[in-house]
């Protein structure tokens, strides 16, 4: 199915009534990208601008090394970075075109970004850390990755920015995910993913996670979080009126909290190679700007439809801010 009908309705209807988010692609020369920005660009479902020095006869493309806005982007990454390096580290800094591709976004010349497909994770998480702050409602960002098998659509999450988060930073990640969650026409329901069940076992890491869950229930989104639970419980309904039988959570979960970095980033690749989902991501969340990250195995159709994500997100994020 085509991956746009899974956004929100009303998304969608921003999106394909040709709403020209755009969306800046760092890894400019990479072949993968350019395929997924022709098409974006042909079926005008967002506006695409590369980071490279070479020139397209028909996407819109942007050399570091000789822009015209480059001082405004030099005063406005000094502000950022508030003295913590000097104008050459700063210069240096901005011919990378991950720090470029963001900035764009800091001076409003470009609303989401999307990168990754030749660069490690790690370098695109450090540099939208360093350029982009936290929203003032959250101490820490997080990332998830978005999971899609034919009408099938789940969320996972932290696959790839804390650790071991605290309590409190599952919290923080939960309704980050939940909120970015709000895209896509499904109904939320969350689960926050342990080896135990409603108390069937006892440890430190349990115990983390059911203190997340207690806090949770404190806030707005309590009556659609649930845990902890293991993942079958959490899967599947049948089993989770056995293992759980106070739970009141019905129906379907898509939303998957996992406990640390090591069990999210291995569950969703597990679902990837051996259940056949497409996985699209890992999107920072809690972050002041839209970013996602790419895997370096992405194909272009990866690549397209992380596009799609994002510049939903913008459309979401605008509607949020204007309500």
Known sequence: MNFIQLLDRSINEKILGRRQVKV?????????????????LNENIYLPILITSKKHPKLITIDPNNYSKHNEMLEKFKEIRQNKNTIEELEKLMKNPIYFALLLLEIGEADTFVGGSSYPSSDIIR?????????????????????????????????????????????????????????????????????????????????????????????????????????????????????????????????????????GNIGYKIAQQLGGFLALGPVLVGLRRPISDLSRGATWQDIYNTGIIMASKVVYDEAKRNK
């Open 24 to 40: 800046v692609f760092p890894d400019g020369e990479d072949d993968r990208v350019i395929k997924a920005c022709e098409l974006a």
């Open 127 to 263: 540099a939208s850390f360093q350029v982009t702050r936290t929203t003032p409602n959250f101490k820490k960002a997080s990332s998830c990755m978005v999971l899609n098998k034919n009408e099938q659509l789940y969320v996972f999450g932290d696959v790839s920015a804390n650790i071991n988060p605290t309590s409190e930073d599952l919290v923080e990640i939960t309704q980050q995910i939940f909120d970015f969650g709000s895209i896509f026409n499904i109904p939320k329901k969350a689960a926050l993913l342990s080896f135990s069940t409603n108390g069937s076992a006892k440890s430190l890491e349990v115990e983390k996670v059911q203190k997340a869950v207690s806090l949770l229930k404190e806030t707005s989104i309590s009556d659609n979080i649930e845990g902890e639970m293991q993942f079958d419980a959490a899967f599947d309904l049948a089993t989770r009126k056995k293992k759980f039988p106070t739970s009141k959570m019905e129906g379907k979960i898509n939303i998957f909290v996992f406990p640390d970095l090591n069990a």
